[in-house]
Antibody, heavy 117, light 112 residues
Framework: QVQLVQSGAELKKPGASVKVSCKASGYTFTGYYMHWVRQAPGQGLEWMGW????????NYAQKFQGRVAMTRDTSISTAYMELSRLTSDDTAVYYC??????????WGQGTTVTVSS | DVVMTQTPLSSPVTLGQPASISCRSS???????????LSWFQQRPGQPPRLLIY???NRFSGVPDRFSGSGAGTDFTLKISRVEVEDVGVYYCMQATQFPYTFGQGTKLEIK
């Protein structure tokens, strides 16, 4: 079945970077854009951007420009989201989602990133 | 950015009774391709969001028909005809017409 499996929880210090992975299975990885959405503790959902796994093209929310990089490795059907210069405000659950809000919608289980000194 | 405003933020409902959540956008969500990319998600504690409705009124695969969506332009509504225990959670509207995609603040549905 179609599935997105994300990497495990991360604990990072302020100023560090984190790289979260999202492994796809059950479908043609290059056929669907992959989005990233985050959710701070007790807060709502925030869209970060997407990557086209076929071309590698990306589109980031202005808020994260210069600090986020979405990449992919088509040989292992895996998308990555790297966020740099972390602060406590980046503490959140990070989700990958295949073409959310469409008929192709599938979400990963989420990866908790905690930023603390 | 398009601001999505949901009301109410909390909705206590009696089992078997209807529930309604409103979502208003700061700009029209009609895309240049003629579609309106307004969706509704349900999120249970500790779970990722689950798509319920896409393009205003289309139920996603496996979603019970007690869930329905309506609206146009800037005003949208999610209705649950008869609330069941499993419907408890937080509901979000989301627009995917303009970048960046944006979500409403969420509406917490709870049983009275």
């Amino acid at each position: 079945q179609v599935q997105l499996v994300q990497s495990g929880a991360e604990l990072k210090k302020p100023g560090a970077s984190v790289k979260v992975s999202c492994k796809a299975s059950g479908y043609t990885f290059t056929g669907y854009y992959m989005h990233w959405v985050r959710q701070a503790p007790g807060q709502g959902l925030e869209w970060m951007g997407w990557i086209n796994p076929n071309s590698g093209g990306t589109n980031y929310a202005q808020k994260f420009q210069g600090r986020v990089a979405m990449t992919r490795d088509t040989s292992i059907s895996t998308a990555y989201m790297e966020l740099s210069r972390l602060t406590s405000d980046d503490t959140a659950v990070y989700y990958c989602a295949r073409k959310p809000s469409t008929i192709s919608d599938v979400w990963g289980q989420g990866t908790t990133v905690t930023v603390s000194s | 950015d398009v601001v999505m405003t949901q009301t109410p933020l909390s909705s206590p409902v009696t089992l078997g009774q209807p529930a309604s959540i409103s979502c208003r956008s700061s700009e029209s969500l009609v895309h240049s391709d003629g579609n309106t990319y307004l969706s509704w998600f349900q999120q249970r504690p500790g779970q990722p969001p689950r798509l319920l409705i896409y393009k205003i009124s289309n139920r996603f695969s496996g979603v019970p028909d007690r869930f329905s969506g309506s609206g146009a332009g800037t005003d949208f509504t999610l209705k649950i005809s008869r609330v069941e225990v499993e419907d408890v959670g937080v509901y979000y509207c989301m627009q995917a017409t303009q970048f960046p995609y944006t979500f409403g603040q969420g509406t917490k549905l709870e049983i009275k």
